[in-house]
């Protein structure tokens, strides 16, 4: 098969080259790759940040839709021929993935083969951290660090559709308006404005409820000051840095809590029940147009790099797919 390599030189460059077909293990199920999303933990795992979790493919690629064209032994929910999408260890950049069984999920009715690749890895994440984690409800309110990322972009959609009100940070008029076209109820230029008093004001000086923060140590002072009493605070990435003092006073003040989480080194088994609640919760808004992927480029295996690239570059809104 053909799988996107990070070659050994100063640049980390990226080169197709042929390689070893995967061979399913007990439960796993091979997936011939349609399209493969495009996540900053990829570019991390580029420069040599990031390394695959112990027994994962060393290709690049947390997600992927396709069909399957074998299954090992023990499987039982799945055959060949479905069309599936899948949140992976690794391996997506590809033409071929093994993946655990628990961890592929139909294609949502209404998504087309190759935008479902846009889904398992922000889906899974939204849902895994903005309702399982901090249990959002829809009386409050929800603050969406990068509102314009794959991530954020799904976030600021379910949050509107569990019925809380969405706030978005964003670094462009372009984002801006494409966030509210999303659902969400106030944008907040990060350029130009301070999300602060931005989102105070837009809660009535309440505070905001729920926070998803991809950035980290740069806004974990502010993020404290904005939060509600009781407020929930989940940082899931670390853009801004990995070091932050914490006023451990205004937390306590407010009784609010910090939740720290990733998705890729979680054991199969969480995988696959976030995974079946990603399936049961928000696959039927998917049919009925209440979610929808956001989709803004979609470049061939063989511009993997040019991918990268303009993910790396900030402009993107949404997600960038690699059609196989």
Same mark, same amino acid.
């Given at each position: ?84 999408? *899948?949140? #992976?260890?690794? $391996?997506?950049? =590809? ?6 069984? /628990?961890? %592929?999920?139909?294609?949502? @009715? ?67 308006? *494409?966030? #509210?076209?999303? $659902?969400?109820? =106030? ?6 404005? /301070?999300? %602060?008093?931005?989102?105070? @004001? ?85 049919? %009925? ?36």
């Amino acid at each position: 098969m053909d799988a996107v390599v990070v070659l050994p030189d100063e640049a980390h460059s990226l080169e197709v080259q042929a390689v070893a077909d995967p061979i399913p293990l007990a439960q796993q199920v091979v997936i011939e790759v349609a399209a493969a999303g495009v996540n900053r933990a990829d570019l991390l795992q580029r420069q040599g940040h990031y390394p695959p979790p112990t027994g994962a493919s060393e290709v690049l690629g947390l997600e992927c839709s396709g069909v399957i064209r074998e299954v090992g032994v023990g499987v039982t929910r799945w055959q060949v021929g479905d069309a599936v999408c *899948a949140l #992976l260890d690794g $391996g997506g950049y =590809a033409t071929r993935v093994a993946v655990h069984e /628990d961890q %592929v999920m139909p294609v949502p @009715e209404g998504v087309d083969l190759i935008t479902a690749a846009a889904l398992p890895e922000v889906c899974c994440t939204v849902l895994s951290n903005v309702t399982m984690t901090a249990h959002l409800q829809a009386c409050e309110s929800l603050l969406v660090h990068g509102g314009g990322s794959g991530v954020g972009s799904m976030a600021v959609q379910w949050g509107h559709a569990l019925g809380a009100k969405v706030l978005a940070t964003v670094g462009s008029e372009r984002k801006a308006a *494409a966030a #509210l076209s999303l $659902g969400a109820d =106030a944008v907040i230029n990060y350029t130009e404005s /301070d999300f %602060v008093a931005q989102a105070r @004001e837009a809660t009535g000086e309440h505070g905001v409820d729920v926070i998803l923060d991809i950035i980290g140590a740069k806004y974990l002072d502010r993020n404290v000051q904005v939060l509600a009493t009781n407020g929930r605070l989940v940082v899931i990435g670390l853009q801004g840095g990995i070091k932050a003092e914490l006023n451990l006073a205004r937390l306590l003040a407010k009784r609010a809590s910090i939740h720290a989480t990733s998705l890729r080194f979680r054991p199969v088994k969480e995988k696959g029940q976030i995974c079946a609640e990603v399936v049961a919760r928000m696959w039927p808004l998917f049919a %009925v147009g209440r979610l929808r992927p956001v989709v803004d480029q979609i470049l061939p295996l063989r511009e993997a790099d040019t991918a990268q690239a303009a993910l790396n570059d900030g402009g993107v809104f949404g997600k960038i797919l690699l059609e196989v």
